[in-house]
Structure formats: structure tokens, C-alpha cells
């Protein structure tokens, strides 16, 4: 007698992984603060991109400041790790603060990476804060490459594995990169995208002008606009203020969030006299010093965001005065997508927590930046 046998067989379809977000943002809080939320730290997020280079990682930063045992301290070292296995690292930072924070830059050069100087020619600076990683993704956002960005301070910004913001993010670095070498210049036009950079005469083809976009962001809100930056320089320029106002008019809620060093003499006139506008509130925020001491140019907050009617948004490298958007290398993030901007609004709702309203008729004291 024969018998037969029937196997069955389960086939199971393995469950697909989770798409990457196309942009997703990326926090420092400050220790020894409520303000760490369920975004990732930028800290572990740059760690983990830059272990994942596999040909290149291109930088470009104000400048570079590490020390002991902090968190940058892994990064750097990533980075040589990265040399050392072969990958092209290339650091661009800006001219004028070379000679503040040398020791950095010449231990990655030690390392085989190749450093450059950018002297952009136009009195500003390179102030924009990113790095890409084998042209397939990037980190751009408010945190300078400096252990104190990592640790102590408010900062956001966001990990890009969008293809278009990454090729024009790439083309600003081969414009910058060249320009510093004195070599000629890309002639590449951008693909569309979310990417925006400053300053206004040194943006490459396809890429929009920061400034235009913000103002018609605002001038587009219908109930409510909330800006957190480390400082606003009211009064001595108007192109945004103009728009804020004009938003604060026809009765939008206009809400400022800027750092307390705002209390420094340059900034807080201004700043008294447009808390005077109907529907515009402004507060300083005070992150509170360490417990292990004083620490200069640190517990401050950085971050630089806009977020209109809870659903759009834009965040950023520039603060809120002329030079960021005419003279100097700044970026920013055109934000369209809802579940981002609802992130960008509970951000800034958190950091109310240090805010105070600004008084009009207050004598405020500037508080300890430097040693």
C-alpha cells in the first residue's frame, strides 16, 4: 500500500521594514533640563551617520570645538575611524574662527581628512551647520559642531534622506568647497526641493532665498505664528518684522521665543519697543546654568524655527538679522508636512517652560555669555 504525503508548507511573508522618514528632526536638550523630548539627540543621530559612510562625508561648519569626554569627543573620533578605513572626509569651516579653534581641524587633518577655509567674500560668514554623508543623506539644523551644541544647549535640526534636498545640499558644498580651493566654480542647477540658503548673491541655480520664503510664510498665516531663535534684532531691520506685523494687524497671534543674551543692549530696545504691538508676545528664554559650574557660551537657547498655523513651518542655521540672509552661508528647511510641524509646535510649547514674557517699561541686565 502506498501512501502519500502532503507537506504544507507556511509561507510567511516577512514583514517590511519601516521606511526612514524623509525628514526627521533631531534635538539637543540640555542636561539637567525637562526639555528632552521623543525626538532623537542630535549626539547619537551623528554618530550613527557618520559609522554608515561608506565613500564620503562632506562638512560644512562655523566651526570646530571638542573637549574631554564629551559627546562630540565619539564623533571626532568616528570621523578618523572613518579616514582611517578610506572614506573621503572633507571639512569645510569658516576662515575667521580657524584661528580660535584650531585643534580640531588639525587633528581630523592628521587623520587624512582634507580641511578648507571659507572666506565667502562678502563680509559674512559661514554660518550654516550641516554635514552629507555618501550624497544619499544629511544633517543640517541649529547645532555647531562643538561639544557644547551636543550637551548644553536648546537645539534642533533634522536628518535629511530626501534625494532632491540632498543633491542641492551637495551643490552647496561643491560651490563652497570650490570657491575655498580657488577652484571654478560648479555650474550644476539644483532639483527641485525644500532646501533654502543664504545669502542672497551666493545661492546656487534652483535653490530658493531663505528670506523671500519666510516672508511669504508668514504673510500666509491666518491664526497663529510662533518663531523661536537665539536672537531677533527688532527695529534695525524690518523686512520680517514688516510681516510680522502686518500678520499681528490683521489679528494673527504673533508669539517670539529668543534667548535671554537678547538682554545685551544691541538687541533688547527693539525688542521692548515691538512687545508693544497688539497680538505680538515676545519672552526670553533662560536655560539654567549647570551645576557644575559656569560654562561660556553655553545653556542657551539655539534653535532657529518657525511654525505657522500649526501645519508649516521652517527651520534653520539664520538668525533674525540682515547679515544671515545678505552676507552670510545659511540654510533652512521649507516645511510642508502636518505631523512635522505639529513636532516644531511642541518643541517650541515645551521651551515655554523657561520662557518670560518680556516687560516694555523693564531696566533687564545682559547675562554672563563669555568668561
Given at each position: 500500500?502506498?501512501f502519500a504525503?502532503?507537506v504544507?508548507?507556511?509561507?510567511?511573508?516577512?514583514?517590511?521594514?519601516?521606511?526612514?522618514?524623509?525628514?526627521?528632526l533631531?534635538?539637543?536638550?540640555?542636561?539637567?533640563t525637562?526639555?528632552?523630548?521623543e525626538?532623537?539627540?542630535?549626539?547619537?543621530v551623528?554618530?550613527?551617520?557618520?559609522?554608515?559612510a561608506?565613500?564620503?562625508?562632506?562638512?560644512?561648519?562655523?566651526?570646530?570645538s571638542?573637549?574631554?569626554?564629551?559627546?562630540?569627543?565619539?564623533?571626532?573620533?568616528?570621523?578618523?575611524?572613518?579616514?582611517?578605513?578610506?572614506?573621503?572626509?572633507?571639512?569645510?569651516?569658516?576662515h575667521s574662527?580657524?584661528?580660535?579653534?584650531p585643534?580640531?581641524?588639525a587633528?581630523?587633518?592628521?587623520?587624512?581628512?582634507?580641511?578648507?577655509?571659507l572666506?565667502?567674500?562678502?563680509?559674512?560668514?559661514l554660518?550654516?551647520?550641516?554635514?552629507?554623508?555618501?550624497?544619499?543623506?544629511?544633517?543640517l539644523?541649529?547645532?555647531?559642531?562643538?561639544?557644547?551644541?551636543?550637551?548644553?544647549?536648546l537645539e534642533?535640526?533634522?536628518?535629511i534622506?530626501?534625494?532632491?534636498?540632498?543633491?542641492?545640499?551637495?551643490?552647496?558644498?561643491?560651490?563652497?568647497?570650490?570657491?575655498?580651493?580657488?577652484?571654478?566654480m560648479?555650474?550644476?542647477r539644483?532639483?527641485?526641493?525644500?532646501?533654502l540658503?543664504?545669502?542672497?548673491?551666493?545661492?546656487?541655480?534652483?535653490?530658493?532665498?531663505?528670506?523671500?520664503?519666510?516672508?511669504?510664510?508668514?504673510?500666509?498665516?491666518r491664526?497663529?505664528?510662533h518663531?523661536?531663535?537665539?536672537?531677533?534684532l527688532?527695529?534695525?531691520?524690518?523686512?520680517?518684522?514688516?510681516?510680522?506685523?502686518?500678520?499681528?494687524?490683521r489679528?494673527?497671534?504673533?508669539?517670539?521665543?529668543?534667548?535671554?543674551?537678547?538682554?545685551?543692549?544691541?538687541?533688547?530696545?527693539?525688542?521692548?519697543?515691538?512687545?508693544?504691538?497688539?497680538h505680538?508676545?515676545?519672552?526670553?528664554?533662560?536655560?539654567?546654568?549647570?551645576?557644575?559650574?559656569?560654562?561660556?557660551?553655553?545653556?542657551?537657547?539655539?534653535?532657529?524655527?518657525?511654525?505657522?498655523?500649526?501645519?508649516?513651518?521652517?527651520?534653520?542655521?539664520?538668525?533674525?538679522?540682515?547679515?544671515y540672509?545678505y552676507?552670510s552661508?545659511?540654510?533652512?528647511?521649507?516645511?510642508d508636512?502636518?505631523?512635522?510641524?505639529?513636532?516644531?509646535?511642541?518643541?517650541?510649547?515645551?521651551?515655554?517652560?523657561?520662557?518670560?514674557?518680556?516687560?516694555?517699561?523693564?531696566?533687564?541686565?545682559?547675562?554672563?555669555?563669555?568668561?
Open positions: 500500500m502506498r504525503f502532503v504544507l508548507v507556511a509561507c510567511v511573508t516577512p514583514h517590511r521594514a519601516a521606511r526612514a522618514p524623509a525628514i526627521e533631531v534635538e539637543t536638550a540640555p542636561i539637567e525637562t526639555l528632552d523630548s525626538l532623537p539627540d542630535a549626539y547619537t551623528w554618530l550613527d551617520m557618520i559609522r554608515g561608506n565613500h564620503t562625508i562632506e562638512l560644512g561648519q562655523f566651526y570646530a571638542n573637549a574631554a569626554n564629551s559627546r562630540l569627543e565619539p564623533i571626532v573620533a568616528a570621523l578618523e575611524a572613518a579616514s582611517h578605513r578610506g572614506v573621503q572626509v572633507r571639512f569645510l569651516a569658516e574662527f580657524v584661528s580660535t579653534y585643534d580640531t581641524l587633528r581630523l587633518a592628521t587623520a587624512g581628512a582634507t580641511v578648507r577655509h572666506d565667502l567674500g562678502t563680509g559674512g560668514i554660518h550654516a551647520k550641516y554635514m552629507i554623508i555618501d550624497g544619499r543623506e544629511a544633517f539644523g541649529s547645532q555647531n559642531f562643538d561639544w557644547r551644541a551636543l550637551e548644553h544647549n534642533l535640526g533634522a536628518r534622506r530626501d534625494g532632491a534636498i540632498v543633491r542641492a545640499l551637495s551643490l552647496i558644498f561643491a560651490a563652497d568647497w570650490a570657491h575655498a580651493g580657488g577652484e571654478p560648479p555650474t550644476t539644483a532639483p527641485p526641493s525644500r532646501l540658503a543664504s545669502p542672497r548673491d551666493h545661492v546656487p541655480a534652483g535653490i530658493a532665498w531663505d528670506l523671500p520664503a519666510l516672508v511669504a510664510l508668514i504673510d500666509g498665516a491664526h497663529t505664528i518663531v523661536q531663535l537665539l536672537t531677533y527688532a527695529g534695525d531691520w524690518t523686512e520680517l518684522e514688516a510681516a510680522l506685523v502686518r500678520a499681528a494687524k489679528g494673527v497671534d504673533v508669539e517670539l521665543l529668543v534667548a535671554d543674551w537678547a538682554k545685551r543692549a544691541k538687541t533688547v530696545a527693539g525688542l521692548q519697543q515691538l512687545a508693544r504691538t497688539p505680538l508676545a515676545i519672552s526670553f528664554v533662560t536655560i539654567p546654568q549647570w551645576s557644575g559650574g559656569f560654562i561660556p557660551y553655553a545653556r542657551v537657547a539655539h534653535a532657529k524655527l518657525l511654525v505657522v498655523d500649526g501645519v508649516r513651518g521652517w527651520l534653520g542655521t539664520s538668525n533674525w538679522e540682515r547679515e540672509f552676507e552661508r545659511n540654510l533652512g528647511l521649507a516645511i508636512d502636518a505631523a512635522i510641524a505639529r513636532q516644531l509646535e511642541r518643541f517650541f510649547a515645551a521651551t515655554r517652560r523657561y520662557a518670560t514674557r518680556v516687560d516694555p517699561d523693564a531696566t533687564y541686565q545682559p547675562p554672563r555669555i563669555a568668561e
